[in-house]
């Protein structure tokens, strides 16, 4: 490095840009907030998909899914699983949700396996209402297709 | 060995290599999983061995880096550890909190595991990489608390070098974002967004104060190159990595919910992110060659500048390659994700804690100038064969994802494959894959194994330095 730039120089870079760029990022944060109501439809968290986020939580289901493709890639992504299933119809897919969780683990040898969580059907229809809410916020047209 | 209290540092990276062991075992657990779907179902689940195999890395690189700062502190600051009685509690109380943790996740369902420690009282579990029950979470702040007071103190009373400020502040801020793993309220999106506080600015931002600091200890005491010169580099290094890494965790908003103008901040400075490493990589072989000294340990030499150049690669240009926002719509989630994950985390994080260990645990087993040729011979190879399985681990995993994004991503929904439908096609990757890990367990036993490596002769002559070793300096 030039013997005209010296340590202080450096040094002040690191303290000013740093510091700089901190606030900055706090500032963008405040005005995300400001922005977020409009996009992720918080005043439809109901109580159900409240419960829904807690069971999503308390199953580990993020140790093999991706939800808005964060999370392990070893199973389907689940953000958009209401637009691949559900086809717009909350009921039919609160009915697919029931028999497809009550159906693993699926008995095809070799094939990856999601262990039975023994959920109630109450347990199911708000695991349902979190995925439907979760699909309605608006994460810039992510994913590309359905299929996630 | 400058001051005996540096010596706590080594129950630190012995437990850290333990733990290193467990998570390359789990790793190929999982990776025989992604292959045979139900490999050791249903006594060790996927997301289960998953989880294991992460938080083993993330504890395994705390232990690393405190024992890193526990030996290099005190000698830096010309003083003993504040209190070397603290260090060792410590110790034993993360061993044994990390311990119980792993057992919980392997012994019990994850849901009862969230049960019996409370989860209900404060919920901060089932988020990935914060899967710790929030009592273990609640464990590691006080540990860290502890930690940190007995390091500031030692620097209080000392010499305060620029790589111990650095040091200090990047362990400050580790500490400070871990706390954002407290907060996870009931909107997804409020959620994902303060979790990237702790990921990204650990891993993107106070991270790599920490590796920075590590790095410029250990370039000083190889090549005596002289102080000044490697801490205006460690300056301008660890300010371009703020510079670009606070504003680029944008390129983690693009699609969890935040507005739009996150898809071009989020480019512009993601894309400036590789800056620092490539600086890194310059910095490395630059005082290695103007080195004033010829150190006994060369290999450690090896790993400082083989961290700086994995790091660049992994971290570098293994990141730019998907953070574009157009490039990452299509990438996002996807196998390029985890071969990008796999070689940064390498790179930067494993090989920065093993280039510490392999020039302190010598000097803290007696050999200042380094184990004896026989023994880093055997860690050289060691080396040459975890990094070379971990680049074919890393472009494996990028032709999947590659591959993957073509089935699945590229085409409209008419015509695109299903997720399992791609899985099914992207099996010979994952052999492959398998196949390297295979390797890079190999390299990491040969590790192990260098350092039991040495007739007693060898030890003895090694025990005896011929020239100064430098670290009086």
């Known amino acids: 490095m030039a013997d005209n730039f010296t340590k202080g120089m450096a040094r002040n870079i690191y303290y000013g840009g740093g510091l700089f760029f901190f606030l900055f990022f706090v500032g963008l944060t405040f005005d995300t907030m400001l922005e977020l109501p409009k996009r992720d439809n918080r005043d439809q968290i109901t109580d159900t998909v409240v419960h829904g986020k807690k069971l999503w939580e308390d199953n580990n289901c993020i140790g093999c899914h991706s939800l808005m493709g964060e999370g392990a890639y070893f199973a389907p992504e689940l953000a958009n699983v209401y637009d691949r299933y559900g086809a717009g119809n909350e009921q039919a897919f609160k009915q697919f949700m029931q028999s497809w969780m009550a159906m693993q683990p699926l008995p095809a040898e070799g094939r990856r396996k999601m262990p039975q969580f023994n959920l109630s059907t109450e347990e199911v229809d708000a695991l349902s209402d979190f995925l439907i809410w979760t699909s309605r916020i608006n994460d810039n047209d992510w994913p590309p297709n359905k299929q996630g | ?473």
């Open chain 2, 1 to 473: 060995m400058k001051f005996e209290s540096q010596a706590v540092a080594k129950p630190y990276f012995i437990f850290a290599l333990a733990l290193f062991a467990g998570q390359i075992l789990f790793g190929l657990i999982i990776g025989l999983q992604y292959i045979i779907g139900d490999f050791l179902f249903p006594y060790i689940p996927f997301n289960v061995a998953r989880m294991v195999h992460t938080n083993l890395l993330i504890v395994w690189l705390l232990f690393g880096f405190m024992g890193a700062t526990y030996y290099l502190v005190p000698e830096e600051a010309d003083t003993e550890l504040h209190s070397p009685w603290l260090a060792k509690a410590l110790f034993w109380i993360f061993a044994a909190a990390g311990t119980a943790t792993v057992l919980g996740y392997l012994l019990v369902p994850y849901a009862t595991l969230a049960e019996v420690t409370f989860n209900d009282l404060l919920p901060t579990m089932g988020r990935e990489f914060l899967e710790q029950p929030t009592i273990t979470k609640i464990g590691i702040v006080i540990v860290a608390l502890g930690f940190i007071y007995n390091v500031g103190m030692t620097i209080l009373k000392g010499r305060k070098t620029v790589v111990n400020m650095v040091l200090i502040t990047g362990l400050i801020g580790l500490a400070v974002f871990f706390l954002f793993s407290f907060y996870n309220p009931h909107n997804l999106v409020l959620d994902k967004y303060f979790w990237w506080w702790v990921v990204h600015l650990w891993v993107e931002g106070v991270w790599e104060l920490i590796m920075g600091a590590i790095l410029a200890f250990t370039l000083i005491k190889v090549t005596g190159v002289d102080r000044e010169v490697i801490e205006k580099w460690l300056y301008i290094i660890i300010a371009m990595a703020l510079i670009s890494g606070i504003i680029g965790t944008g390129h983690h908003y693009y699609w969890i919910g935040p507005g739009e103008y996150w898809l071009w901040l989020g480019s512009i400075f993601s894309a400036i992110e590789p800056v620092p490493f490539f600086m890194m990589t310059v910095f490395a072989f630059r005082m290695v060659r103007q080195r004033r000294i010829e150190h006994g340990n060369k290999i450690a030499t090896t790993w400082a500048v083989g961290t700086a150049v994995m790091a660049f690669l992994g971290a570098g240009v293994w990141g730019f390659i998907h953070t574009l926002a157009p490039v990452n719509y299509f990438t996002h989630g996807s196998q390029i994700t985890a071969a990008h994950g796999h070689l940064a985390f390498f790179g930067a994080y494993a090989m920065i804690v093993m280039t510490i260990i392999s020039y302190s645990m010598p000097i803290m087993r007696g050999r200042p100038q380094g184990n004896p040729e026989s023994a880093q011979k055997v860690e050289r190879m060691a080396f040459w064969m975890m990094v070379i399985s971990m680049l074919g681990i890393t472009l494996t995993l990028t032709a999947a994802g590659a591959y993957q994004v073509a089935l699945q991503r590229l085409p409209d929904d008419a015509n695109a494959l299903a997720f399992m439908a791609t899985q099914d096609k992207l099996m010979p990757f994952y052999w492959t894959r398998l196949v390297f890990g295979l390797v890079f367990l190999a390299g990491l036993v040969t590790y192990l194994y260098s350092f039991f490596v040495g007739s007693k002769e060898e030890v003895a002559a090694s025990e005896k330095p011929e020239s100064c070793c430098g670290s009086c300096s």
